[in-house]
């Protein structure tokens, strides 16, 4: 075979038209020895096009083909490919479902990392790749912990995380195969196991209520995307090399979410390959059902909503995309699932719950486009958790379904987007936009917000509702003089400017009255991610307190009323900062991910 040598004269020489390159190949193949169809294939090689993973500007935003899992990934979609040694290409496939979720998926061509174009946002791999030798691994990674033997009798708990403490990852699932994991240091983690915390409400039922309340636990879980760890190594040099292995870290996670038992499991940073090959069919065996919604261009995982079909039934769902076309602001890759589910056991007419899960975008500083995400999102939450039937008119408020908001808000506690959430209302005009959502640590204060916060082509108010969705409420009313979440005039009766569609204030408010599941108290730093570069809390699950919990409700602008109680049973707790640093970043042989999982047990009613 020609040397690299040959085909760099050759490139110079054919532009002047001196030599053609069949030609070289064939007279280079005869003083090689190789045949005919040899050097054909090696021409065919050479001019194979590379893939590319740019966006497709042409697809509609927010609009998905048919299936479960919504917008799905054709076969003719570059793949960026796990490069672990053990793993195997990822596939995907569109599919019907039920009866199954994607049986056997054909294989399909796919480009790894090496020839794919990098994202201008993704920073580049300065360490060793896995495929280097443990030794050479090891040499890179300080571990300074010496190995323990884990117990082999454990006990099992839906709401503590000791088995796991104890017992990490078996090699079970190797077919014999030796797992270079089994040979790293795997320290005792048993004192940071989390505790379940039961609520004062939650002590005071000991026993069942009401034959029509309906108990349900949620989990909340940033899984951290295997194509994500890496693209950014540098982020889990603490890590043993073995345990960010796929093939070690999804035995965890499934361990994890059998362990917590679940009804509802709401799931970011899910790549879109492992869905299909793992999560989906493994959840499947256990009972679970769902929803899946893939970041936009060409981006590799996103946002899933599984739900017991034994439990609960799926009334609609919503897969929502950040991302719009000529609009700066809206130009990130960002996605949202919403789902509307029922009490298998209830009429259908009866109370429903609205779960929604999204991952925000990162940069800390863009609070501004944070802040339009959020905002966008509670308008698809308005839309979907407003009771429609019959319509409100200008003496009756809307009425909502009981809420449940989590996911990585990428915002930590008490800082403006967290604020905005729990209190409703955020005054933006001159705030920096570094500050918004408290992870920027540096001096820089950055740009500042301004009037309007965003504009008007995003289609949603300063209240974060659709304004095609106010219209349509107006249009029951005769009088048309109602604006949901605006007041002007004397008195308490809403009343509709005649310029109300162009009109932005400058401060955003939202419909829900939402608390947080863990209290997150001042000078009391809970943590809900623990890697090299941060450790603080920026996961939760935000739920619409009912009953008297509300009793600002009357004096807020935007409108409460709610059909269905949601009242907060216990909740597993989070690790304090110091815990954290004592055990150091994850993800470790216990715990696969670099977030926390959240779970949290709640009692739906038929009331308010």
């Known amino acids: 075979m020609f040397c690299l040598t040959t085909l760099a004269t050759w490139s110079s020489r054919s532009r002047a038209g001196c030599i053609s390159l069949p030609k070289l190949l064939m007279k280079s193949s005869k003083m090689q020895g190789c045949n005919q169809s040899q050097s054909a294939m090696v021409f065919q090689n050479l001019h194979e096009p590379r893939g590319s993973s740019s966006r497709n500007q042409s697809s509609q935003p927010g609009i998905n083909p048919p299936g479960v899992f919504g917008q799905g990934v054709t076969s003719q979609e570059n793949i960026n490919t796990n490069t ?12 019907k479902w039920p009866p199954s979720y994607f049986p056997h998926p054909p294989a399909t061509s796919f480009h790894s990392r090496s020839h794919r174009p990098r994202s201008p946002y993704e920073q580049p791999q300065s360490r060793q790749s896995l495929h280097s030798s443990s030794t050479d691994r090891r040499k890179q990674i300080d571990t300074g912990k010496s190995a323990s033997t884990s117990s082999s009798n454990r006990a099992s708990s839906s709401h503590s995380d000791q088995r796991g403490v104890e017992g990490g990852s078996s090699a079970s699932d190797n077919q014999g195969e030796e797992d270079p994991s089994e040979k790293a240091p795997r320290p005792d983690l048993s004192k940071f196991c989390r505790k379940w915390t039961t609520t004062s409400f939650g002590r005071q039922r000991r026993e069942p209520g009401q034959t029509s309340d309906f108990e349900v636990t949620i989990l909340s879980y940033n899984v951290l995307a295997q194509c994500l760890i890496e693209s950014n190594m540098t982020l889990y040099q603490h890590c043993h090399s073995d345990f960010l ?3 070690f870290r999804k035995k965890n996670l499934l361990r994890e979410i059998k362990e917590a038992d679940a009804d509802i499991l709401c799931l970011q940073e899910i790549q879109a390959c492992h869905l299909y090959d793992f999560f989906a069919p493994q ?10 919604q893939k970041r936009t261009g060409d981006k ?8 017991k079909v034994d439990k609960l039934v799926q009334d609609k769902t919503r897969r929502v995309s950040f991302y719009m076309p000529n609009i700066q602001l809206m130009d990130r890759d960002n996605v949202a699932l919403i789902a509307l589910l029922r009490p298998k056991a209830w009429p259908e007419d009866g109370p429903k719950l609205c779960v929604a899960t999204t991952h925000l975008l990162y940069n800390p500083r863009r609070g501004d486009i944070k802040l339009a995400q959020l905002g966008m999102l509670l308008a698809e939450i308005d839309s979907m958790a407003a009771i429609t039937s019959p319509p409100p008119t200008h003496h009756q408020k809307p009425s909502y379904y009981p809420v449940i908001l989590c996911g990585d808000f990428n915002s930590t506690p008490h800082y403006p987007l967290f604020n905005f959430i729990k209190y409703r209302e955020l005054n933006y005009v001159g705030l920096p936009r570094t500050k918004v959502s408290g992870q920027e640590t540096g001096r820089r204060i950055g740009d500042s917000l301004y009037w309007p916060l965003w504009p008007y082509e995003v289609g949603v108010t300063d209240t974060c509702q659709f304004r095609s969705v106010i219209r349509e409420r107006l249009r029951h009313d005769q009088r048309k003089k109602m604006k949901y979440g605006k007041k002007s005039g004397s008195g308490d009766t809403p009343v509709l400017s005649e310029n109300w569609e162009n009109e932005f204030a400058e401060s955003i408010r939202h419909s829900f009255p939402l608390e947080s599941v863990h209290s997150h108290k001042e000078g009391f730093l809970e943590v809900t991610t623990n890697h090299s570069s941060t450790n603080c809390a920026v996961d939760y699950i935000f739920y619409s307190k009912s009953g008297n ?24 707790s989070l690790l304090t900062d110091e815990e954290a640093n004592e055990m150091g970043g994850l993800p470790n042989h216990v715990w696969s991910s670099d977030h926390f999982m959240l779970l949290a047990k709640f009692l739906l009613t038929s009331g308010k």
């Open 549 to 572: 919990d509300d009793e600002a409700a009357s004096s807020r602008r935007c409108p409460s009323n709610r059909l269905g109680g949601l009242k907060l049973l216990g909740y597993r």
């Open 283 to 292: 959840l499947e065996k256990l009972g679970y059902t769902g929803i899946y």
């Open 84 to 95: 672990m040694k053990d793993a195997r290409p990822c596939t995907y496939q569109q599919s």
């Open 300 to 307: 590799n995982d996103g946002c899933a909503i599984f739900y």
């Open 245 to 247: 292995r796929w093939r």
